[in-house]
C-alpha cells in the first residue's frame, strides 16, 4: 500500500511537471511571471546609473569591453559570424565593444520585437517596428543626451527634420538613416517601348497625363495590358490630393490632414476620389486594365520583364532609375511626380533606438555615432568583408559577388548611406541625385506630430479591414465606384471613423497650438 | 459469402466514385509539382497549366542552392518530431490515466485543472517570458517540444477512452494477481488502448511536423530552424523581397531572377516529406480500434 502510494504520488508528480513544462496552464505560469518582470524593471535603475559611470571611466580611457546586440530585419546570413569577427576586431580600438547581429528575417520581425519588449529582455539596439506604439509605451531609451554626449558628429550632419520625426512627446527615441528626404511616386517605363511610340514622359504632371499612352498601347501592343495591376499595386499610390498628409501611424485608415485647413477629413468622402476612381472605372471599361487586376499575384516587376506590362508604378527615390533598370532587366525610365513629399511618416522610414533594458545604451549610442561617420566601419556592416562578400573595382566602387552568403544588411536600414561603397549597377551620381532630390522636396507642415492612437484602437482595427476589403475593388475599375463608395463610406462612419477623426484633429490642434 | 457479395453494376459504380474522388485528391499535387517545374516568365504569361510551355528547375535550384540549410532542417524536424511525439503521449496518458481511475484520490482537482487550462490560457507574453526567461530554452530544440507537450484536448480524449474501454474490474483483478501500478499502467491498461495512442500519436506527430511558430518566436539560430519555419521563412523572404526589391541594394541583381511563385508551389513539395508516411503507419491501429471489442459483447 505505501508502495502504490508513492508511484500514485510520483505519477501526480511528473504529471504537475509535465503542466508547468507545457506552458497549459495559466495559473502555475502567473507566479512565475513575477521574477523576470521584477528583473525586467530593475535594469533599467542600474542602467541609468552605469551612464554615470561611463563618463567618468571615459576620462581615463579604459572603457570596459562590452558586447552590444544589434537587431535588425532580413536575412539571417550565413557568414554574419565572420563579419561580426571582422567588425569587433575593428571596433576593439575605437570603443572597446563587440557587437552581435541579430538578424529576424522578413517574417513579422515586427511581432518578435514586440515580444521581446513586452518581455522585458535585455537588449541594445533595434530597428524601429511600430515605432509610435514602442516609443509611447517606453520601449526605447531617450536618447536626446545621449546624442550630445556621444555623438556629437553625427548630430551636426544630420538632417534637423529626421530628429524632430523621431521625437515623441518631447524626446528623442530613435536615430533615423541618414538618406534621401522623403518619396515620391512616379513611374519607371520601358525604355523600348516609350522610344517605338515617341512618348514624352517627361510632359507627365499627374496621373491622367498617361491616358493617351494608355491608348496608344492598347491600339498597337495587343499582348500588353497598357495599366498592369495586381493585389498589392493599384492607382492608391496616387492621391487624389496633393496639398494632404496621411497622418495615422497605421498607413490603413482613411484620414487625411488638408494643409490649407488643416483639417482631417475622410478621404473616401470627396468628390474628388470619386473623379479618380471614375477616371480608373472609365479606363477598366475601355480594356486598359488586366481584368483580375484586384487579385493577381504577379510582380510589376515581372510582369514588366515578360513584356505583359510596360511601366512600373509606385513610390521612387533619387536612384530609381538604376533600381528598376536592375530589376526589370530592361532599360527604364523615371518620371516621378514631383514635389516630394516630406512628411513624418516617410521620414520615419527607418531607424534605429536604442532598448530601454540596454545595460550600455551610452555605448550603444558610441555605436550609432560610428555609423553614421566611419566609412570602414558602415561598409563592413553593410557590404561584409572585402574579397569575400564583395571585390573592389576601384577607390569607391564595388561589385557583390552572388551568394557570398553575406547580403542582408542593408544600408537603408541603418547608418548613412553616403558613406556606403557605390555598387557597381548604381548611378555614379548618387550624391549629387540625393543632393538634387533633397532640394526639390517640400517639407510636411507639421513636421513631428505623431498620432497617439491608444484612445482609438479598436476603431482602427475596424476601419483598417473596412478599406482592406474595398480598396482594391475600388481601385482596380471592376465595378462602378459610386454604390460601392456610399455602401464604404457608411460602414466606416459605423465603425467608428468620426471618432478617429475627431481624435485625430483633437491631437492636431493641440500640437499646432504648442508649436 | 453470397451475402456480402455485391452486384457488378453496384461493384464499378463504387469504384468509379473512388477513382473520381482519387483524382481529385491527386489533381492539385499533380498541378503543384508541374508549376514547381514550370519557367516564371511562362507562369506570369500564361498562369498555371498543367503542360507548361516552358520547363525550369529554376525554383529547385534557388532552394537547394544550399542545401545544406534543408538537410538540417529536415533533421530538425525529423528529431523534434519523434521525441517530441513519444514524449508528448507518454506525458499525456501518465496525466489522463489517474484521472480516468475513480478510486485516484485527487483526480477532483487534476481533472479541473487540466480542464482550466483548456479554457484559460496565460497570454502570449508570459507564454514567451516562461520559456525564454525561466526555462531559458531560447535558441534550444527543446523549445521546439516542449512548449506543445501537453495538450489538454488530448489528456481529455485519452481519459474518455480509459474510462470507457478499461474495466476497472479488469485493475482489480490485476491488483489481486499482485501487479503494482506501473505493471498495471504498462502491461494491462496500455495494450489495451493502442488504438487511442495511435490517434494521439498521430495528433502530435502532425502538430510537431507542422509547426513552425514555436521555431519563429524561439529560434534565430539557422542550424534549428524546423522543415516549416525554413520553408515559411523563404517564402515571405521571397516575396518581400520581390515586392520590395528597389530597397535591397546587395543582391538585386539575382533578385530579378527569383522564381516566385514556382519556389512556393516546390517548397510545398518538399514540406510534404515524409509525413505522408505516417498515415499508414498508424493506420493499421486505427483499423484495430474498430475491431476492439467485437469478439466479445
Known amino acids: 500500500m505505501a508502495i502504490k502510494k508513492g508511484t500514485g504520488l510520483m505519477l501526480s508528480l511528473v504529471l504537475m511537471i509535465g503542466l508547468t513544462l507545457s506552458g497549459c496552464g495559466g495559473n502555475t505560469n502567473n507566479t512565475k511571471n513575477a521574477a523576470p518582470e521584477a528583473t525586467a524593471k530593475s535594469t533599467a535603475g542600474p542602467a541609468a546609473t552605469e551612464t554615470a559611470t561611463a563618463t567618468a571611466t571615459e576620462k581615463t580611457n579604459e572603457l570596459e569591453q562590452v ?17 561580426e569577427q571582422e567588425i569587433n576586431a575593428y571596433l576593439k580600438d575605437k570603443i572597446n565593444a ?3 547581429i541579430n538578424q529576424l528575417s522578413w517574417d513579422k520581425p515586427a511581432d518578435k520585437v514586440n515580444l521581446m519588449i513586452q518581455s522585458g529582455e535585455v537588449f541594445d539596439m533595434v530597428y524601429t517596428w511600430n515605432f509610435m506604439t514602442n516609443a509611447a509605451k517606453g520601449a526605447y531609451a531617450p536618447l536626446e543626451d545621449l546624442l550630445d554626449k556621444y555623438a556629437k558628429e553625427t548630430k551636426a550632419q544630420i538632417n534637423p527634420a529626421y530628429l524632430q520625426a523621431a521625437t515623441v512627446n518631447g524626446h528623442l527615441y530613435a536615430v533615423p538613416t541618414e538618406k534621401e528626404l522623403g518619396q515620391s511616386v512616379g513611374f519607371a517605363f520601358d525604355k523600348a517601348i516609350v522610344d517605338k511610340y515617341g512618348f514624352d514622359v517627361n510632359s507627365i504632371t499627374k496621373l491622367e497625363d498617361i491616358e493617351p499612352m494608355l491608348k496608344v498601347i492598347k ?3 495587343p499582348g500588353m495590358s497598357p495599366l498592369f495591376m495586381n493585389h498589392t499595386d493599384s492607382l492608391n499610390w496616387f492621391t487624389a490630393y496633393p496639398e494632404s498628409e496621411d497622418l495615422d501611424g497605421s498607413n490603413e485608415i482613411p484620414t487625411l490632414l488638408d494643409y490649407k485647413t488643416m483639417k482631417i477629413f475622410n478621404e473616401y468622402d470627396t468628390p474628388e476620389i470619386l473623379e479618380r476612381l471614375k477616371l480608373i472605372r472609365k479606363w477598366y471599361e475601355a480594356g486598359y486594365i488586366n481584368k483580375n487586376g484586384a487579385t493577381d499575384k504577379t510582380e510589376l516587376k515581372d510582369a514588366v520583364k515578360s513584356g505583359k506590362a510596360w511601366f512600373v508604378y509606385g513610390n521612387m527615390n533619387p536612384t530609381s532609375t538604376n533600381d528598376w533598370t536592375r530589376l526589370a532587366e530592361k532599360p527604364m525610365i523615371i518620371k516621378t511626380l514631383l514635389p516630394v513629399q516630406v512628411g513624418t511618416k516617410s521620414l520615419q522610414g527607418s531607424m534605429l533606438a536604442i532598448s530601454r533594458t540596454s545595460k550600455n545604451p551610452e555605448r550603444a549610442m558610441m555605436f550609432i555615432n560610428l555609423i553614421h561617420t566611419d566609412p570602414v566601419l558602415y ?7 572585402e574579397g569575400k562578400h564583395y571585390k573592389k573595382l576601384d577607390a569607391n566602387t564595388v561589385e557583390f559577388i552572388p551568394d557570398s552568403g553575406y547580403n542582408s544588411v542593408s544600408s537603408w536600414m541603418i547608418g548613412n548611406v553616403l558613406l556606403n561603397y557605390l555598387n557597381k549597377d548604381e548611378d555614379p551620381r548618387r550624391v549629387q541625385l540625393y543632393k538634387d532630390w533633397n532640394a526639390n522636396s517640400k517639407t510636411s507642415p507639421v513636421i513631428g506630430f505623431v498620432f497617439d492612437s491608444t484612445k482609438v484602437q479598436s476603431q482602427i482595427g475596424a476601419l483598417i479591414n473596412i478599406t482592406k476589403q474595398y480598396k482594391n475593388t475600388l481601385y482596380s475599375g471592376e465595378k462602378d465606384p459610386e454604390p460601392i463608395l456610399k ?22 490642434d493641440a500640437f499646432l497650438a504648442a508649436k | ?13 463504387l469504384h468509379l466514385i473512388f477513382i473520381i474522388l482519387t483524382i481529385t485528391c491527386l489533381l492539385p499535387i499533380v498541378l503543384v509539382f508541374m508549376i514547381s517545374i514550370t519557367d516564371y516568365d511562362t507562369i506570369v504569361l500564361n498562369g498555371y497549366q498543367f503542360f507548361p510551355e516552358k520547363f525550369s528547375l529554376e525554383a529547385y535550384s534557388y532552394i537547394f542552392k544550399d542545401y545544406t540549410v534543408i538537410v538540417k532542417a529536415y533533421g530538425v524536424s525529423i528529431f ?13 496518458s501518465l496525466y489522463a490515466y489517474p484521472i480516468s481511475r475513480t478510486d485516484f484520490k485527487y483526480r477532483g482537482i487534476f481533472a479541473f485543472l487540466i480542464f482550466f487550462t483548456m479554457l484559460f490560457g496565460g497570454g502570449l507574453v508570459p507564454w514567451y517570458m516562461v520559456y525564454t526567461q525561466v526555462l531559458d530554452l531560447k535558441n534550444s530544440v527543446w523549445a521546439l517540444i516542449v512548449p506543445m507537450l501537453l495538450s489538454p484536448f488530448n489528456v481529455l480524449i485519452m481519459k474518455t477512452y480509459f474510462q470507457m474501454s478499461v474495466p476497472p474490474a479488469l485493475i482489480e483483478a490485476s491488483k489481486i494477481d499482485g501487479a503494482g501500478e506501473l505493471r498495471t499502467f504498462f502491461r494491462i491498461v496500455f495494450p489495451l488502448s493502442l488504438p487511442v495512442f495511435a490517434t494521439i500519436g498521430l495528433f502530435n506527430t502532425l502538430h510537431y511536423w507542422n509547426d513552425w511558430f514555436n521555431s519563429m518566436i524561439f529560434i534565430t539560430d539557422t542550424d534549428l530552424y524546423s522543415l516549416q519555419y525554413l520553408m515559411y521563412k523563404m517564402i515571405s523572404q521571397a516575396d518581400y523581397l520581390s515586392r520590395n526589391g528597389a530597397l535591397i541594394q546587395g543582391s538585386a541583381t539575382e533578385l530579378a531572377k527569383l522564381p516566385g511563385e514556382t519556389i512556393r508551389m516546390a517548397m510545398a513539395l518538399i514540406g510534404i516529406g515524409p509525413i505522408v508516411l505516417a498515415y499508414p503507419f498508424f493506420q493499421r491501429y486505427f483499423i484495430r480500434g474498430l475491431t476492439l471489442g467485437s469478439i466479445k459483447g
Not at chain 2, 459469402?1 to 459504380?13: G, P, Q, R, V, Y
Open chain 1, 67 to 83: 558586447e552590444l546586440s544589434l537587431y535588425l530585419p532580413g536575412g539571417p546570413d550565413k557568414d554574419v559570424a565572420s563579419v
Open chain 1, 98 to 100: 563587440t557587437i552581435k
Open chain 1, 219 to 221: 491600339e498597337k501592343e
Open chain 1, 379 to 385: 561598409n563592413l556592416l553593410t557590404f561584409g568583408i
Open chain 1, 487 to 508: 455602401e464604404m463610406n457608411s460602414k466606416l462612419k459605423a465603425a467608428g471613423l468620426d471618432a478617429v477623426i475627431n481624435e485625430l484633429q483633437t491631437q492636431m
Open chain 2, 1 to 13: 459469402m453470397t451475402n456480402n457479395e455485391i452486384s457488378k453494376f453496384t461493384n464499378l459504380l
Open chain 2, 80 to 92: 523534434v518530431t519523434v521525441i517530441g511525439t513519444l514524449l508528448s503521449v507518454f506525458i499525456s
